[in-house]
């Protein structure tokens, strides 16, 4: 599992109370099913399959799109936290 530092995190993000920071990163693991410091496709299918919401694997990947800004394909803590 990827260890966070939240604490540069809420350095990177001073507009984001040091709380949700933690609440955010709680999140994010939450969607990081393999701790790998990224959420993919697949990682993002299991929660919303998990939550009983109907998301197809376009709609996944549009999200995915819509949120990675470095375009790798996958969502790390920072882009996750930015969309906040």
Known sequence: MVVINTALL???FPQLPA???DNLV???RRFDID???QIDQKDLVK???EIGEGDSYDQIRATIKTVDINATGK???DEFLEVK
């Open 10 to 12: 809420a350095k990177k």
């Open 26 to 28: 709680n999140q994010f």
């Open 19 to 21: 709380n949700d920071v």
């Open 47 to 49: 929660v919303i399959q």
């Open 75 to 77: 969502v790390e803590v």
């Open 35 to 37: 701790g790998r410091g």
